[in-house]
C-alpha cells in the first residue's frame, strides 16, 4: 500500500508540473500576440496621421502641425498652431523615440505644409516590451516634388537597435541592412 501512495504522488506533482508548463507557454504566447497587435496599431496610426493629413492640407491649401509627445503617448493634430483639430493616443506598453539632426526628442514638432510637404525630415522608432526596435518611420519632405515620401521599415532580426543606444544605430544604419525589410 505504500508503495501506491508514492506513485500517486509523483504522479500529481507530474500532472500539476504540466499544466503549469502549459499554461507558462500559453502566457507567453498571449504576450507576444498582444505585443505584435500593439505595434501594428502603432505603427499604422502613425503613418494613416501623417497621410491624411498631407492630403487634407494639399486639397485645403492648409497647413497642420503634428505634435508628439511620446512620455503621453499621444499625438496632436493642430491647425496653424491654433485649434486641436485631433488627439490619438499610441499603445502605452511600446516606447517611441524620434531622431532629428542627430538627437533624439521625446516630444517633437513637425508640420505639414499647405502642398502635403513635412518639415523637418524625421524618424520614429517604435519599440517592442523588450526595449529592441521593431520598426522606423522616416519622413522625407522633398521641395522639388512639393510631397512627403515616407518609408516603413520592420525589424526582422538586429538585436542592436536598443532604447538606450538608438543614436548609434540611427547614424550607422543603411536601407541594405539585411535584418530590416522594407514594406
Known amino acids: 500500500m505504500k508503495n501506491r ?12 508540473s ?3 508548463l ?15 497587435e500593439e505595434l501594428i496599431k502603432a505603427k499604422t496610426e502613425i503613418y494613416e496621421v501623417f497621410t491624411t493629413y498631407a492630403i487634407k492640407a494639399f486639397n485645403s491649401r492648409t497647413s497642420y502641425d503634428i505634435e508628439l509627445d511620446y512620455l ?14 485631433e488627439v490619438i493616443h499610441l499603445p502605452r506598453k511600446l516606447k517611441y523615440i524620434s531622431i532629428f539632426e542627430k538627437q533624439t526628442q521625446v516630444k517633437f514638432k513637425s508640420k505639414i505644409t499647405s ?13 517592442g516590451y523588450d526595449n529592441i526596435a521593431k520598426y522606423r518611420i522616416s ?7 512639393k510631397y512627403m515620401q515616407i518609408n ?10 536598443k532604447y538606450d543606444n538608438i ?16 514594406e
Open 5 to 16: 501512495k508514492g506513485f500517486y504522488f509523483i504522479d500529481t506533482l507530474f500532472q500539476i
Open 18 to 20: 504540466l499544466v503549469l
Open 22 to 36: 502549459l499554461l507558462s507557454f500559453g502566457l507567453i504566447y498571449f504576450r507576444k500576440l498582444i505585443e505584435r
Open 72 to 85: 503621453k503617448k499621444k499625438i496632436t493634430i493642430s491647425k496653424m498652431s491654433v485649434i486641436d483639430k
Open 115 to 127: 502642398n502635403g510637404n513635412i518639415t523637418p525630415s524625421f524618424s520614429i522608432y517604435i519599440f
Open 139 to 145: 519622413f522625407y519632405g522633398f521641395d522639388l516634388i
Open 152 to 161: 516603413v521599415y520592420k525589424n526582422i532580426d538586429d538585436k542592436t537597435a
Open 167 to 182: 543614436l548609434l544605430f540611427h547614424n550607422k544604419w543603411t536601407t541594405a541592412n539585411p535584418k530590416w525589410k522594407e
